[in-house]
């Protein structure tokens, strides 16, 4: 496509064409820029201070040498454009429904978690570089794009470096106290997802069960009972447990 000066239709359409890919060109800085600010521990100041911190206050907080002001300045405008933080009056920055996510709370966040582990895990070079690798790995025949990027497997990868291990198994504790559904596939008479749903009300917690089973429970209580075959459908949920006898 050539780039022309011409005004109507045609030209609008290019324009926004170009718009969108440069968006989507540059987007990884957003998800960067969030990774940056979980890293500095934004969230975190500006909670402690709260509600609201101005820059002069946040460099200070974060211990941030002034002559980074202007590029924490950058920063939090790219960062209030995606609405992790918002901005109100000159400079002067607050938490917004998706910044309260990334707080690190003792008391576990009034029912959510902080899911600073989950955006250092995703974003970690481990995980972004196996991105870089795609064409290669549909080019060739490797398993996945992450075996073409590092000549391994992820767990060989989360066995052979102790740091990446740490923040990988810390990444996926912080997404998993978000678990706000259970399936307990072949669970029987549901006793186990009865004890887990008492232990953890706020977990939505079903049985998946052979019709025959499920058939002759006929108090079903908090849990939902679905009747089928686990080979054929397994209903969605957050997590999956399979218990076997032993
Ligand atoms: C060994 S019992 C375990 C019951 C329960 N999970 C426990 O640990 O107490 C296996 C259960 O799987 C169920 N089951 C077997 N095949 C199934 C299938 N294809 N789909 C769903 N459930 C199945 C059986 O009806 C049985 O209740």
Not at 56 to 75: D, G, I, Q, V
Not at 122 to 151: C, I, K
Not at 160 to 169: G, I, L, T
């Amino acid at each position: 496509m050539e780039l022309t000066a011409e005004c109507g239709e045609g030209s609008d359409e290019l324009l926004q064409s170009q718009t969108l890919l440069w968006s989507r060109i540059f987007s990884y800085i957003d998800s960067m820029a969030l990774k940056c600010a979980v890293e500095l521990g934004i969230p975190n100041a500006i909670h402690s201070h709260g509600p609201h911190i101005t820059l002069a206050e946040l460099m200070s907080s974060l211990s941030l040498s002034p002559t980074k002001t202007p590029h924490m300045r950058r920063l939090m405008r790219m960062l209030t454009h995606s609405r992790i933080f918002a901005c109100s009056g000159e400079e002067v920055y607050s938490l917004t429904p998706l910044s309260e996510l990334l707080v690190e709370r003792d008391n576990k966040n009034r029912g959510t978690s902080c899911l600073n582990g989950y955006v250092l895990t995703v974003l970690h070079p481990v995980v972004v570089n196996s991105f870089q690798s795609m064409s290669d790995w549909f080019r060739g025949n490797e398993d996945t794009p992450f075996s073409v990027a590092h000549g391994c497997g992820l767990w060989d990868m989360t066995d052979r470096d102790p740091e990446f291990n740490r923040v990988f198994n810390e990444g996926m504790a912080s997404d998993a106290q978000n678990i706000e559904s259970l399936m307990d596939v072949g669970g029987g008479t549901g006793s186990v997802a009865i004890a887990i749903s008492k232990a953890f009300p706020e977990v939505k917690c079903s049985v998946l069960e052979l019709q025959q089973v499920v058939d002759t429970i006929h108090n079903k209580g908090e849990i939902d009972f679905i009747s089928g075959d686990m080979f054929e459908y397994i209903p969605p949920a957050n997590a999956i447990l399979l218990k076997v006898i032993h």
